[in-house]
């Protein structure tokens, strides 16, 4: 699953035709139109929409090019919707496109540079890259490019080339040739001067996560500090460094992570580092100071027996009928935006006096806590009619995923199109209609019953997979079971040391994913000792078993 951006689905629409029949987005006869479309704002929950329309066989090219202009993002998911049935590339392109790069080497040089990747130039003979290079003279970028993957010493030229061409051949290439001829000690002054464009965060990032970059990640103990590098950067760095027993760089680059870290959570996180490298425990005493509660503040507050003071459980609410239309999507885009800014006392009671039931807890729970600037922080239990059908472990979990996904906000649609309270992508929630034999309807996952119950089927399978681990199953619900298995292969929580389970937590390959198990470890820590008190754990205990079997 991938990052949500947080926004409501409309579920009640009011039907064009002449006897304005208000239709449910559940009814069989429910249809996304061209005019339902150009009232609504771009936001990602709109693409969602115009993808759904895009899938319907009926519309003219010239229609579906008025939605697709209407998208907030024209890649990735709306274009591949969109070019499925009305592609836009000249016929001649697209034999360019498909070829492979034997084909390409019989075609002209636009076709050899339409087509040819500097991912597949790495798969080429240099007799076949030279020929290229003979082809594409007027082509000077891709040129350049092809020059370094042919010559006898590509790693010498990448480091002598300028910073695109490096970037560019870094990220574009395969993993093997990564390995094979980048995966080399680089000279600090090449690092200094790579350092000091944005890319060398997203750089970072890629290089310490990468196990068969171990020389490459040699190079990195004396990167300077400059303005474009991130908090993350450092601390990846320092993590980097203390994989390679360089505790000295990695205590620097911990300070400097802290100077730089914005949010009260990474700030734990880099403290709790520093003093697991340092064993100074008044590094502890800060973080128990902490009003944020996140894997780090809450671990050291057990530790130390600090008292948690700044959780919330339940909400008093009146009870009375709301009027707010909880699946109207871009109303709640418009509460959203207002509370953003300026969400004082006034505005609060305004929102008090409008989320005024049950069904818009969780609504009220997020303007709450932005109201107070995060300093309140609420584990509601929305839904309790439909959670109650199962056990209080199951309960746990969903309630920790689900306070991540989407804050419970039952129609939210994110950019990456999953639906609902627990964010479900298409793909999937297709595929589990059929295993619970059931019609498929993508418009009902926006039911909290519905989409509750088929997160219920895939946590079946994932806690089988991952022997009821709650970290292990958030890795693998937001990243995939494949990719959490790929991560266990490096060699993750199998060690045994001052830095674990917190090394093997940090070193997560995907940004996204390794933000998203430790707060859903969080949450579910939170959830279990307030809803299954007669079975309360420890965080102590709960990382003692994020350990894999050898």
Known sequence: MKKIIASLFCAVLVNASANNEVLNITDKNFKVTLDWLDEKPKSYAKDFFIIQY?????ISQENAQNAYDMAKSKSGRVKKAFNKKFSTIPNKDLKCYRANAKELLKEDSRCIALGLSIFDATKMSKNDLNFAIEKIAKYPTLKNDLKIIASNDPFNELINTNTNRFYRLFFDTRKNYRQNIIDHIIPNTF??????????????????????????????????????????????????????????????????????????????KTLFWIYL??????????????????????????????????????????????SYNTLDQFEWIKVEADTKKNLDDKKLEKYSNLFTDSSTLPHYAYVLERHSRYKKQYFIKPFRDVMKNYDINRQVLMYAIGRQESRFISSAVSFATAQGVM????????????????????????????NLRYANKHLNSLSKQFNNNPLFIAYAYNGGPGYTRKQFKRGLFKEKNRFEPFM?????SYDETRKYGRKVLTNYYVYNNHLNKENKLSLSSILQTLVLPN
């Open 54 to 58: 895009l899938k319907q066989k009926d």
């Open 504 to 508: 093997s937590m940090e070193q997560i």
């Open 191 to 268: 690092i200094d001067k790579i350092s000091k464009e944005k890319n060398f965060n997203k750089f970072i990032s890629y290089a310490v996560h990468r196990d068969e970059l171990n020389n490459l990640q040699k190079s990195l103990f004396n990167v300077k500090n400059n303005s474009l590098l991130t908090h993350q950067t450092f601390f990846s760095l320092a993590l980097n460094a203390i994989n390679h027993k360089q505790e000295e760089a990695a205590l620097n680059y911990l300070q400097i992570a802290y100077k730089k870290a914005y949010f009260q959570s990474t700030k734990d």
């Open 277 to 322: 490298l340092t064993q100074n425990k008044s590094f502890l005493h800060e973080v128990s100071n902490s009003w944020d509660n996140n894997i780090y503040s809450l671990y050291v507050k057990e530790l130390l027996n600090v008292d948690i003071n700044n959780i919330y459980y339940d909400i008093d609410i009146p009870n009375t009928k709301t």
């Open 423 to 450: 964010q479900i992508m298409p793909f999937l929630s297709k595929a589990l209609a059929k295993q619970l034999n059931e019609p498929y309807n993508i418009y009902e996952q926006f039911l909290p019953e519905v």
